[in-house]
C-alpha cells in the first residue's frame, strides 16, 4: 500500500491553471494562434499575436497581469489589469471547448490550459494540428494551438504513472505530489521535510532517482522529469 498520493496534472474536464498553480485539462473561442514544436518549429501566429512554442526548454511568457489568490478566489481582475474581466465566463467557455477538442481527437489531444487574466487559452497536441481546426470558426477568443509536443495526454497519463511507480520503489520517502507541467515541459516529482515522519531523502538518494527516471522514462522533444526537494521542514499528518 502506498504511503504517499501522486497528484496528477491530467484527467476529464481539467484546465491548467498557469496564474493560479493549478492544474486540469479543459476547452475556448475567437482569435487563433497556432504553433509546433520540433526541431524546426512551423510557428503561425493569428490574430492575438502570441507567439510560443510548446517544445521549448524556456517557452514564451505571455504578459499578464499577476494575481494574488485572493483576487482569483473573489474573480475580480481590475485591481491587477485597471478593468473588469469576467474570467470566470472565459474559463467556463473555454473549458467547454477544449472538452470537445479532447472528444474530437482523443489520440492526439496533449493538453488545455487558460489564462484568464488574458482572457487566452492553450491547446496542444501529439502530432499536428488538425486542419479542422485551422480552417473553421472558433468559439473562444484568444486561443493558441500548438501541434507536435509529443505527447498526447493518454501518453502524459501513462508517463506518470510509470514516473509515479518508479518513485515510489526508489525514494518514498518525502514524496508529496507530482504532475506534467507543460509551461515548463516536465514533469514535476515534489519531495518535502516532514517532521516526525520518515527520514527526508538525502541529496544522494534524490541524484539516484534523477539518474534512474532519466535511463527508464522515454520523453520526446525537450521534455524532462523535475525532482525538487524543499528542506524546510513541515509537520507530519499521521505520520506522513
Given at each position: 500500500m502506498?504511503?504517499?498520493?501522486?497528484?496528477r496534472a491530467v484527467g476529464a474536464a481539467a484546465i491548467l491553471f498557469a496564474l493560479a498553480g493549478c492544474a486540469s485539462p479543459a476547452g475556448a473561442g475567437g482569435s487563433v494562434t497556432t504553433q509546433a514544436a520540433p526541431a524546426q518549429p512551423d510557428t503561425r501566429s493569428g490574430s492575438n499575436g502570441l507567439d510560443r512554442v510548446e517544445?521549448?526548454?524556456?517557452?514564451?511568457?505571455?504578459?499578464?497581469?499577476?494575481l494574488s489568490s485572493e483576487q482569483i478566489e473573489a474573480g475580480d481582475l481590475a485591481a491587477a489589469s485597471g478593468e473588469y474581466v469576467d474570467w470566470v465566463d472565459y474559463q467556463m467557455r473555454f473549458g467547454v471547448f477544449a472538452d470537445s477538442v479532447r472528444a474530437a481527437y482523443p489520440d492526439?489531444?496533449?493538453?488545455?490550459?487558460?489564462?484568464?487574466?488574458?482572457l487566452r487559452g492553450f491547446v496542444s497536441f501529439k502530432d499536428e494540428i488538425p486542419l479542422e481546426l485551422l480552417d473553421?470558426?472558433?468559439?473562444?477568443?484568444?486561443?493558441?494551438?500548438?501541434?507536435?509536443?509529443?505527447?498526447?495526454?493518454?501518453?502524459?497519463?501513462?508517463?506518470?504513472?510509470?514516473?509515479s511507480d518508479i518513485a515510489q520503489d526508489e525514494l518514498s520517502n518525502g514524496l508529496s505530489t507530482g504532475g506534467y507541467d507543460p509551461m515548463a515541459n516536465a514533469f514535476q516529482l515534489d519531495y518535502v521535510n516532514?517532521?516526525?515522519?520518515?527520514?527526508?531523502?538525502?541529496e544522494a538518494e534524490l541524484d539516484a532517482l534523477r539518474a534512474r527516471l532519466a535511463?527508464?522514462?522515454d520523453l520526446p522533444h525537450a521534455i524532462r522529469v523535475v525532482v525538487n526537494y524543499d528542506p524546510t521542514p513541515i509537520e507530519a499528518f499521521n505520520g506522513f
Amino acid at each position: 500500500m502506498r504511503s504517499h498520493r501522486i497528484l496528477r496534472a491530467v484527467g476529464a474536464a481539467a484546465i491548467l491553471f498557469a496564474l493560479a498553480g493549478c492544474a486540469s485539462p479543459a476547452g475556448a473561442g475567437g482569435s487563433v494562434t497556432t504553433q509546433a514544436a520540433p526541431a524546426q518549429p512551423d510557428t503561425r501566429s493569428g490574430s492575438n499575436g502570441l507567439d510560443r512554442v510548446e517544445g521549448d526548454a524556456e517557452p514564451i511568457q505571455p504578459e499578464c497581469p499577476q494575481l494574488s489568490s485572493e483576487q482569483i478566489e473573489a474573480g475580480d481582475l481590475a485591481a491587477a489589469s485597471g478593468e473588469y474581466v469576467d474570467w470566470v465566463d472565459y474559463q467556463m467557455r473555454f473549458g467547454v471547448f477544449a472538452d470537445s477538442v479532447r472528444a474530437a481527437y482523443p489520440d492526439d489531444y496533449s493538453t488545455a490550459r487558460v489564462e484568464p487574466a488574458c482572457l487566452r487559452g492553450f491547446v496542444s497536441f501529439k502530432d499536428e494540428i488538425p486542419l479542422e481546426l485551422l480552417d473553421g470558426d472558433i468559439a473562444v477568443e484568444g486561443v493558441t494551438f500548438t501541434g507536435n509536443v509529443g505527447l498526447s495526454e493518454k501518453d502524459i497519463d501513462a508517463r506518470m504513472s510509470q514516473i509515479s511507480d518508479i518513485a515510489q520503489d526508489e525514494l518514498s520517502n518525502g514524496l508529496s505530489t507530482g504532475g506534467y507541467d507543460p509551461m515548463a515541459n516536465a514533469f514535476q516529482l515534489d519531495y518535502v521535510n516532514r517532521v516526525g515522519g520518515p527520514p527526508p531523502p538525502t541529496e544522494a538518494e534524490l541524484d539516484a532517482l534523477r539518474a534512474r527516471l532519466a535511463e527508464e522514462v522515454d520523453l520526446p522533444h525537450a521534455i524532462r522529469v523535475v525532482v525538487n526537494y524543499d528542506p524546510t521542514p513541515i509537520e507530519a499528518f499521521n505520520g506522513f
